[in-house]
C-alpha cells in the first residue's frame, strides 16, 4: 500500500477545483469571467501532473494493481473506498488528464454570455460553472478508473451523470430559439434515462455479487465484498462459486450498464444527439473521455468477475460489435451533420474497440486499449477544430462551407489531420490499434474480422467526402470572411496531432504499460491466444491446413 495517497490527491483536485470555481464571485465581467476559467485551468493542469507521475512510476513488471489506497467506508457491508492502477488505468488516467485542459481552452469562449442561447443555463447562472462542471465529470472519470471496490466504482459511474446531464442541456451551440432549447433538452434527458437504466440494472447484478460472496464467506468477518481483487482470486481458486445460470445473469446486469456507456449498438441511440446539441468541447469529453469507463469496465469487470459467462457471450456480443462497425459508418456516410457524423463514426470505432476486447486475445486487447486512447485523441481532435469551424460560421451542416482550405489553411490542415487519424491512415494512432484489433480478432473469429474490415473503407469514404465538401471547391460568400486558428486554438491542436503522430510512430510507450494487465485478463478467463497453422508433425507429402487452437480450461473455442 503507497504511504502517500497519490491516487487519492490526483482525483481530489479536479473536485476541490470544481467547488472552488464553483463559489467564484459571479463572473459579471469579462475579468472575472477570465479568472474563473485560469482557476479551473490550473486544477486541471495539477491534475495532468500528478497523472504524469503516475504513468511516469507505474512498474509494468511489478504487481499488477499499483499505489494501492484502502479507507474504510461503510464496515458492515465491505465497502472501502480502494483505489489502485493497472498498465490500463494507468493510460486512461493520463488521457482523461490530458485531454480536459484541452478540452477547457478550446471552449474558453463556449460559456459566455453573448456566445450562449438567450434561453441557456449558462445565462440564468454563472460563466463559471461550465468549467467547474467540466472538473467534476474528469475527478468522477478519475475514481472510476481508478476503483478497486465494485460499489465504489458504481457510485461514480452513475454520479458522473448528473454534471454530463447539465452540461448537455445547459450549453449549446444552437441558436436562441424554442425549438433549439427543446432539441438539447431532450438530449440532456435521453442521455440520462439512457444511462440510468443501465445503471439501475447494474446495481441490482452488484447487490446479487455481494450476496453471493456473503454466503460463500468472502470477505472480512465471512460477510461479503465489494473488493475487486478478492473476489476475482475468489472466483479463481473455486471459492466463490457460481452457477452458469446466475452468473451469465449478473453479467448481462454489468454488462448492459457497460454497453450504454459505451455505446454498443443497439443502445447508442442517445449518443448522436447528445454530441450534436451540446458544445464541440463537452461532445469531445463525452466520446473521448467520459465513454471510456464502459470500455474499460468491461475489461477489468465483466471479463475478471465473471470469466465464464464471458466466454459465452463473446461470439454474440462481437456480432453486435461487428453489426455497430458497419452501422455507424454506414450512417456517417449519410449525415448532413458535421457533429452527428463525428457522433455515428465513434459508435463505428467503439465497435472495434469491443471487438478487440471480446476476441479474447492478446494483439485484440493490446489493440482495444491502444484504441481507447488513440480514439480518444483523433476524436477530440475532430470535433474541437470542428468546434471551431462552427463557431466561425455559426452553422453545423456541411452544406454550409466550402474553399475553406483556401482562407484558413492551417484549420483546414488541422481538420484534415484529425479527419486522417479517424479513418485510420498508417503513421497515425488509430492505425496500429485497429490493425491488431483486426489481427487479434482474425485469429479466432476470421468471418468477423473480414466483415469488420469493411468498415475501414467506410471511414475512408465519409472523413474524405466531409473534408472534400467543406475544406475544398470555390469559396463560399458566408465563409469568405473566416479567420484562420488562433493562438489559443493552435494550443489545443499541436499537442493533440503530436500525439496521433507519435503513437503512430511509437505504440510501444502504451503497449509495455498495458500488456501485463492484458495477459493477466486474459489469464483470468483461463484465454490462450490462438496457436497459428505449421506443418503437423510426421505428416507427409505436404502441410497441414487445419489450424491448431489452444484447449485453455476445457474451451477449444
Given at each position: 500500500?503507497?504511504?502517500?495517497?497519490?491516487?487519492?490527491?490526483?482525483?481530489?483536485?479536479?473536485?476541490?477545483?470544481?467547488?472552488?470555481?464553483?463559489?467564484?464571485?459571479?463572473?459579471?465581467?469579462?475579468?472575472?469571467?477570465?479568472?474563473?476559467?485560469?482557476?479551473?485551468?490550473?486544477?486541471?493542469?495539477?491534475?495532468?501532473?500528478?497523472?504524469?507521475?503516475?504513468?511516469?512510476?507505474?512498474?509494468?513488471?511489478?504487481?499488477?494493481?499499483?499505489?494501492?489506497?484502502?479507507?474504510?467506508?461503510?464496515?458492515?457491508?465491505?465497502?472501502?473506498?480502494?483505489?489502485?492502477?493497472?498498465?490500463?488505468?494507468?493510460?486512461?488516467?493520463?488521457?482523461?488528464?490530458?485531454?480536459?485542459?484541452?478540452?477547457?481552452?478550446?471552449?474558453?469562449?463556449?460559456?459566455?454570455?453573448?456566445?450562449?442561447?438567450?434561453?441557456?443555463?449558462?445565462?440564468?447562472?454563472?460563466?463559471?460553472?461550465?468549467?467547474?462542471?467540466?472538473?467534476?465529470?474528469?475527478?468522477?472519470?478519475?475514481?472510476?478508473?481508478?476503483?478497486?471496490?465494485?460499489?465504489?466504482?458504481?457510485?461514480?459511474?452513475?454520479?458522473?451523470?448528473?454534471?454530463?446531464?447539465?452540461?448537455?442541456?445547459?450549453?449549446?451551440?444552437?441558436?436562441?430559439?424554442?425549438?433549439?432549447?427543446?432539441?438539447?433538452?431532450?438530449?440532456?434527458?435521453?442521455?440520462?434515462?439512457?444511462?440510468?437504466?443501465?445503471?439501475?440494472?447494474?446495481?441490482?447484478?452488484?447487490?446479487?455479487?455481494?450476496?453471493?460472496?456473503?454466503?460463500?464467506?468472502?470477505?472480512?468477518?465471512?460477510?461479503?465484498?465489494?473488493?475487486?481483487?478478492?473476489?476475482?482470486?475468489?472466483?479463481?481458486?473455486?471459492?466463490?462459486?457460481?452457477?452458469?445460470?446466475?452468473?451469465?445473469?449478473?453479467?448481462?446486469?454489468?454488462?448492459?450498464?457497460?454497453?450504454?456507456?459505451?455505446?454498443?449498438?443497439?443502445?447508442?441511440?442517445?449518443?448522436?444527439?447528445?454530441?450534436?446539441?451540446?458544445?464541440?468541447?463537452?461532445?469531445?469529453?463525452?466520446?473521448?473521455?467520459?465513454?471510456?469507463?464502459?470500455?474499460?469496465?468491461?475489461?477489468?469487470?465483466?471479463?475478471?468477475?465473471?470469466?465464464?459467462?464471458?466466454?459465452?457471450?463473446?461470439?454474440?456480443?462481437?456480432?453486435?460489435?461487428?453489426?455497430?462497425?458497419?452501422?455507424?459508418?454506414?450512417?456517417?456516410?449519410?449525415?448532413?451533420?458535421?457533429?452527428?457524423?463525428?457522433?455515428?463514426?465513434?459508435?463505428?470505432?467503439?465497435?472495434?474497440?469491443?471487438?478487440?476486447?471480446?476476441?479474447?486475445?492478446?494483439?485484440?486487447?493490446?489493440?482495444?486499449?491502444?484504441?481507447?486512447?488513440?480514439?480518444?485523441?483523433?476524436?477530440?481532435?475532430?470535433?474541437?477544430?470542428?468546434?471551431?469551424?462552427?463557431?466561425?460560421?455559426?452553422?453545423?451542416?456541411?452544406?454550409?462551407?466550402?474553399?475553406?482550405?483556401?482562407?484558413?489553411?492551417?484549420?483546414?490542415?488541422?481538420?484534415?489531420?484529425?479527419?486522417?487519424?479517424?479513418?485510420?491512415?498508417?503513421?497515425?494512432?488509430?492505425?496500429?490499434?485497429?490493425?491488431?484489433?483486426?489481427?487479434?480478432?482474425?485469429?479466432?473469429?476470421?468471418?468477423?474480422?473480414?466483415?469488420?474490415?469493411?468498415?475501414?473503407?467506410?471511414?475512408?469514404?465519409?472523413?474524405?467526402?466531409?473534408?472534400?465538401?467543406?475544406?475544398?471547391?470555390?469559396?463560399k460568400e458566408s465563409v469568405a470572411p473566416m479567420a484562420d486558428l488562433r493562438a489559443r486554438e493552435l494550443l489545443v491542436v499541436a499537442p493533440l496531432v503530436a500525439l496521433l503522430i507519435g503513437l503512430g510512430v511509437y505504440p510501444k510507450a502504451v503497449t509495455d504499460l498495458v500488456n501485463p494487465a492484458v495477459e493477466a485478463t486474459l489469464a483470468e478467463v483461463h484465454r490462450m491466444d490462438p496457436k497459428p497453422v505449421h506443418p503437423a508433425a510426421g505428416q507427409r507429402g505436404g502441410f497441414s491446413h487445419s489450424p491448431i487452437h489452444e484447449n485453455a480450461g476445457g474451451e477449444g473455442k
Amino acid at each position: 500500500m503507497s504511504s502517500f495517497p497519490l491516487l487519492t490527491v490526483t482525483a481530489a483536485v479536479p473536485a476541490v477545483g470544481a467547488v472552488v470555481t464553483a463559489a467564484l464571485p459571479a463572473a459579471t465581467t469579462d475579468a472575472r469571467r477570465r479568472s474563473a476559467k485560469a482557476v479551473a485551468l490550473v486544477f486541471a493542469s495539477v491534475t495532468l501532473a500528478l497523472a504524469a507521475v503516475i504513468a511516469g512510476r507505474f512498474d509494468p513488471g511489478g504487481a499488477r494493481y499499483q499505489f494501492t489506497e484502502s479507507y474504510a467506508w461503510i464496515k458492515s457491508f465491505g465497502m472501502a473506498f480502494s483505489l489502485g492502477v493497472d498498465g490500463i488505468g494507468t493510460v486512461l488516467v493520463l488521457l482523461t488528464a490530458v485531454l480536459v485542459p484541452l478540452v477547457m481552452l478550446a471552449s474558453w469562449h463556449d460559456a459566455d454570455p453573448e456566445s450562449l442561447p438567450e434561453r441557456s443555463f449558462g445565462n440564468r447562472r454563472r460563466t463559471q460553472v461550465f468549467f467547474a462542471l467540466v472538473l467534476a465529470v474528469e475527478a468522477m472519470v478519475l475514481v472510476s478508473f481508478l476503483a478497486t471496490d465494485v460499489f465504489l466504482f458504481y457510485v461514480f459511474f452513475e454520479a458522473m451523470l448528473i454534471p454530463m446531464y447539465f452540461l448537455i442541456g445547459g450549453f449549446g451551440d444552437r441558436a436562441g430559439s424554442d425549438e433549439a432549447a427543446g432539441q438539447r433538452s431532450y438530449a440532456a434527458v435521453k442521455f440520462l434515462l439512457y444511462n440510468l437504466l443501465g445503471g439501475l440494472v447494474m446495481l441490482a447484478a452488484v447487490i446479487g455479487l455481494y450476496t453471493l460472496s456473503a454466503r460463500a464467506g468472502i470477505g472480512i468477518g465471512g460477510d461479503g465484498s465489494f473488493d475487486l481483487a478478492t473476489l476475482t482470486r475468489a472466483i479463481r481458486d473455486g471459492k466463490l462459486s457460481i452457477d452458469p445460470a446466475t452468473e451469465r445473469a449478473l453479467f448481462l446486469g454489468f454488462f448492459f450498464a457497460f454497453a450504454v456507456k459505451a455505446p454498443l449498438w443497439p443502445l447508442h441511440t442517445w449518443l448522436p444527439g447528445a454530441m450534436g446539441e451540446t458544445t464541440a468541447g463537452t461532445a469531445a469529453l463525452i466520446t473521448a473521455v467520459v465513454d471510456k469507463v464502459g470500455t474499460f469496465a468491461m475489461l477489468r469487470l465483466c471479463l475478471g468477475l465473471f470469466p465464464d459467462a464471458s466466454k459465452f457471450f463473446a461470439p454474440a456480443i462481437l456480432v453486435l460489435a461487428v453489426i455497430g462497425i458497419i452501422y455507424g459508418a454506414l450512417l456517417a456516410v449519410g449525415q448532413k451533420d458535421i457533429k452527428r457524423l463525428i457522433a455515428y463514426a465513434s459508435i463505428s470505432h467503439y465497435g472495434f474497440i469491443i471487438l478487440g476486447i471480446f476476441a479474447m486475445t492478446t494483439q485484440g486487447q493490446s489493440g482495444a486499449t491502444l484504441y481507447m486512447i488513440s480514439h480518444g485523441i483523433a476524436t477530440a481532435a475532430l470535433m474541437l477544430v470542428a468546434g471551431f469551424l462552427i463557431s466561425r460560421r455559426g452553422s453545423r451542416l456541411i452544406a454550409d462551407y466550402g474553399g475553406v482550405q483556401k482562407i484558413a489553411p492551417v484549420l483546414a490542415g488541422a481538420f484534415l489531420v484529425g479527419g486522417l487519424a479517424n479513418l485510420s491512415l498508417p503513421g497515425l494512432a488509430p492505425f496500429v490499434s485497429e490493425f491488431l484489433v483486426l489481427v487479434g480478432t482474425f485469429t479466432r473469429y476470421p468471418t468477423l474480422g473480414v466483415v469488420a474490415t469493411f468498415g475501414i473503407v467506410l471511414s475512408a469514404l465519409y472523413v474524405l467526402v466531409l473534408y472534400q465538401r467543406t475544406m475544398t471547391g470555390p469559396v463560399k460568400e458566408s465563409v469568405a470572411p473566416m479567420a484562420d486558428l488562433r493562438a489559443r486554438e493552435l494550443l489545443v491542436v499541436a499537442p493533440l496531432v503530436a500525439l496521433l503522430i507519435g503513437l503512430g510512430v511509437y505504440p510501444k510507450a502504451v503497449t509495455d504499460l498495458v500488456n501485463p494487465a492484458v495477459e493477466a485478463t486474459l489469464a483470468e478467463v483461463h484465454r490462450m491466444d490462438p496457436k497459428p497453422v505449421h506443418p503437423a508433425a510426421g505428416q507427409r507429402g505436404g502441410f497441414s491446413h487445419s489450424p491448431i487452437h489452444e484447449n485453455a480450461g476445457g474451451e477449444g473455442k
